[in-house]
Structures are given as C-alpha cells and as structure tokens.
C-alpha cells in the first residue's frame, strides 16, 4: 500500500531538548543569574530574570533580559528543526523557557511603547502556543 504526506496538516511540533542541570539549579533554588551565567543558552533563566526585572518596575532590563532568552530559544529551535512557523508545544516542559521569553518580551515591549514588536511578539505566541498564552495568562 502507498502513503501519501499530508501535505496541508503543516509542520510537526518543535520539542527543545532538556537542560537537565539547568533545570534543576533553578528549580532547586539558585539565583536565575547563576543560571543564566553557567547556563546562557537556558531560556528559562533569561525568562525568570525578565519576570524578576518586570515585577521591579524594570522594563528596560526586562526587555533586555527577555530579548536575550528569545534569541537563545530561536537558535535552538532552528537547531531542533522548526522553520519559522509551526507548533512549540507549552506541554512539553522544555519549550517553557523560549515561550516565556516571548511572552515576557511582548510584555516588555509594550511597556517600553515599542507597540509593533508587542504585537508581533503576541501573535507569533498564540500561533505557536495557544496553550501557553492560557498558562502564561492565568500568572
């Protein structure tokens, strides 16, 4: 029998490998600078110390913190295949750190008045992680 690929169902989810020694120093408690500096490719550091900077009144350095954990993320998914567009599942627990990233950038962003990058940062979350947007929302 012949298989055919779909080719309208779009591209497969994107799924980041674990940083299983990152991971754990943050979930265990350690200065997400600390992580961030012995980790620079961990995103979930970058997005702990974009929320931490936020929550300051620092949108600057939120902005800043959550450009550098975006960036880091891209890279990573370009490494796991992803082409610019398709899925990056919130369930699977590595692709975290990028979303928050993005999610903190949008916020930053706005909050700095860069209102387009906002909301491109806002789109490119909901089409690739409605069920990020729910989580990251109901923080």
């Known amino acids: 029998m012949e298989t055919h690929e779909n080719l309208l169902a779009g591209p497969p989810p994107t799924l980041l490998p674990d940083t299983p ?3 754990e120093a943050l979930e265990s408690g350690a200065k997400p600078s600390d992580v961030a500096a012995r980790f620079p490719a961990y995103s979930a550091a970058w997005a702990a110390l974009a929320d931490e900077f936020f929550a300051k009144g620092h949108a600057v ?3 800043a913190f959550a450009r550098t954990g975006y960036h880091r993320g ?3 998914l370009r490494r796991a295949g992803w082409k610019g567009h398709g899925p ?3 369930d699977h627990a590595p ?3 990028f979303l928050r990233c993005l999610n903190a950038l949008a916020r930053a962003a706005q909050a700095i008045g ?3 990058e906002a909301e491109r940062c806002s789109k490119f979350l909901r089409d690739s992680s409605p069920e990020a947007v729910k989580a990251l929302n109901n923080h």
């Open 21 to 23: 020694e990152a991971r």
């Open 61 to 63: 350095t939120s902005y």
């Open 74 to 76: 891209l890279d990573q």
């Open 88 to 90: 990056i599942p919130w």
């Open 95 to 97: 692709n975290r750190g």
């Open 114 to 116: 860069e209102k387009d």
